[in-house]
């Protein structure tokens, strides 16, 4: 059961979580959170405290309490596509099966080998697929599937801030051109040894954590154009 004190944790997270918030910004006052949340004034100082132990927030005498660290908020989309007419193309999502993942690989070292695969298919414009391979740790799966179905065609990052209070504060994000997994090669149709674009991102979460471990992949890009945004 959810606390006076995690509820108003997890409102002030998901607030980094989607930008409404930024590194420097002032959080409310303690006396504004007792009256926003209707709980005490010991409650709301509880609430901030428990911020500041976990690294999320500073508070100065005087001053006020304040977000911590250099553009801790994230965009909750770190690609896009735009086509020829320079306009981005929509993205849709499709779940494609969610498993325990194999004990070893990049996933594991980061995540601990008891890890979990939800897989996707990423529909972009109706002009090409993507696969993606999002990885979470066991025990972060299993709270999160307690709170939602995640057959459904969701935004996992979103979700993890907005259910877990876990939003993404720091990725480390490489790309490369390679010959894709056979299965990969296969869903997309494309020949074993003909290079494909594989995207690897580690999401981090409050003090510098381990969130997520994810993979996207696909074929060679005709007719758009790939952007990172972060």
């Avoid at 969701?154 to 907005?162: I, P, T, V, W």
């Avoid at 480390?172 to 894709?180: A, C, G, K, N, V």
């Amino acid at each position: 059961m959810q606390t006076k004190v995690s509820r108003i944790t997890k409102a002030i997270l998901v607030d980094i979580a989607n930008g409404k918030l930024r590194a420097g910004d002032r959080v409310e006052s303690e006396r504004t959170l007792t009256r926003q949340f209707g709980v005490s004034l010991g409650t709301a100082q509880k609430a901030l405290q428990e911020l500041e132990h976990r690294g999320v927030v500073q508070r100065e005498q005087g001053r006020g309490t304040f977000v911590k660290g250099e553009d801790i908020a994230v965009d909750a989309r770190y690609v896009r596509f735009k086509g020829r007419d320079g306009n981005d193309l929509p993205i849709y999502l499709h779940v494609l099966r969610t498993r325990k993942a194999s004990s070893s690989g990049p996933w594991s070292e980061f995540l601990g080998k008891h890890a979990m695969r939800i897989e996707r298919r990423i529909d972009v414009g109706g002009q090409f697929e993507l696969i993606s391979e999002f990885f979470l740790g066991a025990e972060t799966f299993q709270d999160l599937v307690s709170t939602v179905d995640l057959s459904k065609d969701k935004n996992l990052r979103e979700l993890l801030a907005q259910r877990l209070a876990l939003p993404t504060l720091r990725i480390d994000q490489f790309i490369r051109f390679e010959p894709l997994p056979p299965r990969i090669a296969k869903r997309l149709q494309l020949s074993a040894d003909q290079p494909g674009f594989v995207m690897e991102l580690r999401g981090f979460t409050i003090d510098d954590r381990p969130l997520y471990y994810q993979h996207v992949f696909g074929g060679p890009f005709a007719d758009a154009s790939l952007v990172i945004t972060r």
